[in-house]
Nanobody, 124 residues
Framework: QVQLVESGGGLVQAGGSLRLSCAAS????????MGWFRQAPGKEREFVAA????????RYADSVKGRFTISRDNAKNTVYLQMNSLKPEDTAVYYC?????????????????WGQGTQVTVSS
């Protein structure tokens, strides 16, 4: 079992930045591929970014490419999402997720563990 706890969400003006953190506990963090997803009111949960357990493979959704950066620190059992140039359409609950294995995945059903989510609100 892996427990995931997100933090760092909040209210920010358009053009601002936030850094989300996801702290993992339980089984060995380093063997998991980690992902960030988000869900806006009335919408499906969507893929944002993912990083392989070595950090060598990273993938982003087109909507955040060039603005968001995912990273991980296996010594701290933590994955981060640096969000710059935020837009009102980035407003959502952001979820951290973990999946066993080395392959990047962009669909929610391929992730085994989820955090409780952290709210990000971008005002115009």
């Amino acid at each position: 079992q892996v427990q995931l706890v997100e933090s760092g969400g909040g209210l920010v003006q358009a053009g601002g930045s936030l850094r989300l953190s996801c702290a993992a506990s339980g089984r060995t963090f380093s063997i998991y591929t980690m992902g960030w997803f988000r869900q806006a009111p009335g919408k499906e949960r969507e893929f944002v970014a993912a990083i392989s357990w070595t950090g060598a493979t990273i993938r982003y959704a087109d909507s955040v490419k060039g603005r968001f950066t995912i990273s991980r620190d296996n010594a701290k059992n933590t994955v981060y999402l640096q969000m710059n140039s935020l837009k009102p359409e980035d407003t959502a609950v952001y979820y951290c997720a973990a999946r066993q294995g080395a392959t990047i995945a962009v669909v929610t059903t391929l992730y085994d563990y989820w955090g409780q989510g952290t709210q990000v609100t971008v005002s115009s």
